[in-house]
């Protein structure tokens, strides 16, 4: 066994020694390139597999985390996939999502592909979105006056929530939430069933622009006559939910564009959930001006770092 073992070694210090090293210019650019791609790949891969990194963009989750928080994020709970980004330049990628080892559940903290605004079938760029998963499949969605209420039962606040007392109400807000035609505010929203995989939908002539993008978002086409609906060319009083999906709220809640404005978010958006801060700075100034680089590490939040996400 020692002789065998041996035998390995020699034969890796002659290869390793018969390994011609770069001389020219484009030889030691090549050699550069070919280190670069093999690290951007294993960052690709570890990225889709286990651990992915995020930098919260917005407030819509104050407190529980902040604008200029990074995280990481455990992307084993909810499914493993194939790399969904190349990294820097965050071209989407086609990829394979493998079987979760649990769905999302109530008060999760989710990060998720962002599905679209209300009446696009696929968002215009490739996003991740942070929010909290305060319903999932099969439950029924209210809020009146601010407080949420799942499948008739008050929900209390997250620990770190944030309800603001005194707030500008936006006259025009009826007319952007989810779904079209229900004119819900944020605060007096629902009640709204989260669809689930088997659902059965009744359509009509008075409901169908509420699911028409739905629909679409599952692959369907849908075109609406006079006096019939059809999908996919045939005429239909019905649709059968292909999916399940999610219910998604910002801690925020009143400073909070999520699933009261844009819809549902199907489990296979669903990426991972938070688990720590590891850095942490602010993005903007008290006026809303991006911050410099030297700004920014004047004013690094070292008690952000290592904070757990709950």
Known sequence: MKDFILKLYNSYKQKKANKKKPETFVEHVWSWVKTIVGAVFFVMIINGLLIASFVVPTGSMEKTVMT???????????GPSTPQLIPFVNIPLPYYKFPAVRDPKKGDVIVFIFPGNRDEVEAQEFQYYLKRCVATAGDTVQLINNVLYINGQEQKLAPNGVVNVDKFE???EPLKTFPKGKNWTHDNYGPIRVPKKGDLIKLNQSNVAEWETFIQREGHTISIAIDKIFIDGQATSTYVVENDYCFGMGDNRDHSADSRFWGFIPYDNVLGTPIIVYWSWPMEDDYGRPMS???????IRWSRIGTIID
């Not at 200029?68 to 909810?78: E, H, R, S, Y």
């Open 293 to 299: 680089l030297v700004e920014k590490l004047k004013n």
């Open 170 to 172: 936006d006259p025009h």
């Open 68 to 78: 200029g928080d990074f995280l990481f994020v455990n992307k084993f709970i909810f």
